[in-house]
């Protein structure tokens, strides 16, 4: 039988899709039976009650007065250096390359006995971060430094070789969907709290900054609801929301619009809407659309980053070139006074969801990937994945 792993996850566990997948991964990875040690500045948001097999190392970041920034990054990498000596961890695995990749990198050197890591690339730590010169060598160096690298989508891969020159071998490991959280929910009872029964609702989900083009979802709402009676519902908070408040009070869409703020059932949320708006400017895979389309709700986005190789255009939504808010306004009102073909869409959202982007095979991948890192031989069937 194959021996069961003790890996230590860091992410941000606050915020972000990123921090979203680490935390999944993890309790996945507990339930096939590692042992999973989170080290991280709090516990991960979506993590929930006491799992078995699951541990939370807390990062305390050293205040000394001389400091003028206290350096988070050291504390965290002499933290990742204990818990590996101390639970005698097998591999840290670390998402998002700045600060986390670096971290390892010195958390090898100072634990000194040929502790393995595997960095998770998930996005604008490489399409915005490694564009920064004064960064650019330090995420090549911990790439290049690291035992295995994965990137959540082929584009990804493709921006990271580009910016970074990097020849070596990056996994492919797309974000997953739980089906037993992902799932298309009877939300008309809530419904009727944001929408009247002949009103459709569209939702945007991010963390509203620029790269989102919120101001696009916005517009796009403005043309959609001029043919088809609908609200749209933003859910989440960011840099942004000031400004899109102003604008949706300057075109006069106040009554159409409700702000959730941020939300913990996301599942839940999203059952609500009968489409999903991803206009993103830079967006390495999507997982919101993901989300989304195991809720069965189609995405009408853009063709940025990884979008394509999620959201199948013409299938189980409608991509259009980046900041084309005509034509995604059209797209949705096409859709949403389609009845028939909306079925069709979500149908095929779902069954996709749940095909090619299942928890048990990309959590499998990973495995893999550790067991191939480490030098052993393991027996890991691919799970089937049903859509
Ligand atoms: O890169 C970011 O903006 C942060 C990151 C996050 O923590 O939310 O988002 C990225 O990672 C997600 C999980 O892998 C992807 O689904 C998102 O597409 C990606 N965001 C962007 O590329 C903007």
Do not use: W
Request: charged share 25%; glycine share 8%; with cysteine.
């Amino acid at each position: 039988m194959t021996r069961k792993l003790k890996i230590g996850i860091t992410c941000y566990p606050t915020l972000g899709g990123s921090g979203v997948v680490a935390t999944e991964l993890g309790k996945l990875l507990a339930e096939n039976g590692h042992e999973i040690h989170f080290i991280t500045h709090s516990i991960p948001f979506r993590l929930g009650q006491f799992h078995k097999n699951i541990f939370f190392h807390e990062v305390e970041v050293n205040n000394y007065y001389v400091f003028r920034y206290p350096p988070y990054d050291l504390s965290l990498a002499s933290k990742m250096a204990q818990v590996a000596e101390m639970q005698k961890l097998d591999i840290l695995h670390v998402h998002y390359a700045i600060p986390h990749a670096v971290c390892a990198f010195l958390a090898k050197q100072i634990h000194g006995k040929g502790l393995k890591t595997v960095t998770t690339l998930h996005g604008t730590d490489i399409t915005v971060l490694a564009q920064d010169e004064s960064l650019k060598d330090l995420i090549r160096l911990a790439i290049h430094e690291s035992d295995a690298v994965t990137a959540v989508s082929q584009d990804l891969i493709r921006e990271t070789r580009e910016l970074l020159d990097i020849t070596t071998p990056i996994d492919l490991t797309y974000n997953f969907v739980d089906k037993r959280v992902y799932y298309p929910r009877d939300t008309s009872s809530r419904r009727g709290d944001y929408a009247a029964p002949d009103e459709k609702i569209l939702m945007h989900i991010s963390n509203f900054r620029p790269v989102k083009r919120v101001g696009d979802v916005i517009d796009i709402f403005r043309r959609v609801s001029e043919h088809v009676p609908s609200k749209l519902l933003l859910v989440g908070e960011g840099p942004e929301l000031s400004r899109i408040q102003c604008q949706i009070r300057e075109m006069g869409l106040e009554n159409r619009v409700h702000f959730l703020g941020k939300q913990e059932d996301v599942a839940e949320v999203i059952s609500l809407a009968d489409l999903m708006l991803l206009p993103s400017e830079k967006e390495s895979f999507g997982l919101v659309a993901l989300e989304a389309m195991g809720c069965g709700v189609p995405t009408i986005g853009s063709t940025a980053g990884g979008i394509p190789e999620l959201v199948s255009h013409g299938e189980t939504g409608f991509l259009s070139p980046i900041g084309d808010t005509a034509d995604m306004a059209r797209n949705a009102a096409r859709l949403l006074t389609n009845p028939s073909m909306y079925n069709q869409f979500r149908s095929a959202c779902i069954k996709r969801a749940y095909g090619e982007f299942c928890n048990e095979r990309i959590t499998r991948e990973y495995e893999k990937i550790y067991y191939r890192v480490l030098g052993m031989e393991a027996e890991l069937p691919v799970p089937a994945c049903e859509g």
